[in-house]
């Protein structure tokens, strides 16, 4: 049976973290403070909300939230952030996405000021990402994955890794952060032609491709460590369940991450650790 990557041990050690920073910024009298901005009432913008703040409260980050209904119109969304983004009281933003199709997804992402931008959305906090500068933040999903290896003492230099996926949210973002750490990286994706064989061959597969159970006993080897950052709902099975199918690949792999408990609830702990890390900067700024 394979080594269980929980991320429960992840979130307790960057909550510790963040709880101290976050401690020293209100000492100064600085509150680190979140703003999530939703348009509707999705199911599953709701449960990350919920999430999120139940995480801010744990490390001690405020949250203020903008919720606009699913007609509220592109200019208001704008004119929105441009106020956040000179409110010196609020140091990070997250937006739900999609946004309704009415409206310009990228125009009203670039709108945010990159500093305030927790989880890399704007086009400057993804070039930070691709040029490997420190320029904004990067995606939360992408950084969970890197977190979680290297809490678990998982070697990323020189290793060979596939990641299935190749999103702007999760895919492209975590494989430049892979090959930060000198990984070699392969970017497949569903029409990868012989996909199977292609992961077979990694010794890290980091499944993002949104399909509920697409990696199966015939992707994996022994000695090969599986990262699951899918999230799909089953109808037939009435729960939540990854990318990889769990029961059948745990008994051949030597490591592998459980939906849920894994790399999920690292997301919103690292979320408020770039929280954090901004309220720092402004407040050295301000020095």
């Known amino acids: ?16 973290r963040t709880c101290s920073l976050v401690n020293e910024l209100r000492s100064k009298g600085v509150i680190p403070t979140l703003c999530i901005i939703r348009v509707g009432e999705k199911p599953d913008d709701l449960t990350y909300e919920n999430g999120a703040v139940k995480r801010a409260s744990t490390v001690g980050v405020d949250v203020v939230k903008r919720v606009f209904p699913v007609d509220v119109s592109e200019e208001k969304l704008i004119s929105t952030i441009q106020d956040i983004n000179n409110d010196a009281g609020i140091h990070g933003v997250l937006i739900f ?13 670039n709108a945010l000021n990159p500093a305030k931008d927790m989880d890399g959305i704007t086009d400057i906090s993804m070039a930070g990402v691709y040029s490997q500068k420190p320029l904004g933040y990067p995606p939360c999903t992408a950084q969970a ?12 230099c020189g290793k060979n890794v596939t990641v299935i996926g190749r999103s702007l949210v999760i895919g492209k973002p975590v ?5 930060k750490s000198n990984a070699t990286v392969t970017i497949c994706h569903t029409r ?5 064989e292609v992961a077979r061959k990694a010794d890290i597969i980091v499944a993002a491709a949104g399909c509920a159970r697409m990696v199966t006993k015939d992707f994996v080897r022994d000695e090969q460590v599986i990262v699951d950052v899918g999230i799909n709902w089953d109808d037939a099975a009435g729960r939540i369940v990854g990318d990889v199918d769990f029961d059948s690949v745990s008994d051949i792999v030597s490591a592998i991450t459980p939906v849920p408990g894994g790399v999920g609830g690292v997301t919103t702990s690292v979320l408020m650790s770039h929280v954090a890390e ?8 301000e020095e």
């Open 97 to 109: 996405r999609p946004l309704p199709k009415h409206i310009n997804e990228a125009r009203v992402c």
């Open 145 to 156: 994955v890197l977190e979680l290896l290297s809490h678990y003492g998982i070697e990323l």
């Open 192 to 196: 990868t032609k012989h996909l199977s």
């Open 1 to 16: 049976m394979a080594e269980i990557l929980k991320g429960i041990d992840v979130t307790s050690s960057i909550n510790s």
């Open 175 to 179: 494989s430049m952060m892979l090959l």
């Open 278 to 285: 901004a309220a720092r900067l402004m407040c050295k700024t």
